[in-house]
């Protein structure tokens, strides 16, 4: 059983190679291209200097490039330090220089606030994703890819090794680092599918962002293991997430705290789209009771609820 989080992926992206793994927008990648991009990617960065247990930080968008980032990490086996986008120059700093990060992949929708945290000695390696203006000592994403070949099997970690570092939000003073391990983030993929009944080549609709780090092991990571189509929809935007559910014969969504009520009206317009969906999970802040009761009126045992711990 692979207890590292690079052995489990790399054996579900192989597994489930000819299977799309995640749509945003009008673009999808198959596993397979998942795949190669995120091997290129470690290989690119182990080029450069990033040895396994070294820690790369993310601070991203949500997009397809963003999954490539998680995923070269996690075959790389470097540590992976998500900042959440919201963060500004001085948040993130913090992050970087308490984590003691060795490289820091950002999209250029940031540039500015990583240029304001230029300086740093401990951090040689920065690596721009997006076709936006970009710090001159930042590399470009896809010319990496480009010039690298594969990994040709994941860095040899140890599970109690640190797969990830994920920041708490700071309410007692500065975020603080809590350390996962591999055996707890791969225990938690193979976990939550049977906790929150997700189908093996299912299809989700996720409205969330992967900044919160623990959608990766509650959403991104057990979606990837089970050979599912991972979609990343708009928020804002409910009519076309419900467009997009229905288009895909979602079997997952993920519902905020906020979006309770709107979601569970709109869904009771539309009740084609429960005829595929299978679990419905809810997680952020407290809600009304009647909210969720008005919810569970149309979904049932669809709902889950659940703490998106750091």
């Known amino acids: 059983m692979s207890e590292t989080l690079g052995t489990l992926l790399d054996a579900s992206l192989r597994r489930h190679a000819r299977r799309v793994a995640i749509a945003h927008q009008d673009r999808e990648v198959s596993y397979a291209t998942l795949h190669d991009r995120a091997a290129r990617l470690a290989a690119a960065l182990s080029a450069r200097g990033l040895r396994p247990g070294d820690r790369l930080a993310s601070w991203l ?22 900042i959440n986008h919201r963060f500004r120059a001085a948040e993130a700093r913090h992050v970087l220089e308490d984590s003691e990060a060795r490289g820091l992949v950002f999209t250029t929708t940031l540039a500015q606030e990583v240029d304001a945290i230029a300086g740093l000695d401990t951090l040689p390696l920065r690596i721009a994703i997006g076709d936006g203006e970009r710090p001159h ?17 994941p860095a040899t970690r140890a599970p109690e090794d640190i797969a990830v570092i994920g920041y708490t939000s700071g309410t007692t003073g500065a975020p603080k680092g809590a350390l996962c391990s591999h055996r707890a983030v791969t225990l938690c993929t193979r976990t939550v599918p049977y906790v929150q009944g997700m189908m093996t080549g299912g299809a989700c609709t996720f409205v969330g962002s992967f900044s919160f780090v623990s959608a990766l092991w509650g959403v991104l990571y057990p ?24 288009r895909d014969q979602a079997t997952y969504t993920w519902l905020a705290s906020p979006l309770v009520r709107a979601f569970g009206r709109e869904l009771q317009r539309r009740p084609g789209i429960l005829a595929s969906l299978r679990t419905v999970v809810h997680t952020g802040s407290k809600v009304p009771r009647e909210f969720l009761e008005e919810l569970v009126e149309v979904v049932g045992e669809r709902l889950v609820e659940t703490w998106g711990l750091t």
């Open 223 to 246: 979606h990837l293991f089970t050979g599912a189509r991972l979609r990343l929809a708009d928020p804002a935007d409910l009519d076309g997430w419900l467009d997009w559910m229905e």
């Open 137 to 153: 000592d930042a590399l470009a994403l896809e010319t990496l890819l480009e010039s690298a070949a594969p990994l040709r099997r």
């Open 61 to 82: 968008t949500d997009g397809i490039e963003s999954v490539d980032v998680f995923v070269a990490a996690a075959l790389g086996g470097f540590t992976l330090v998500p």
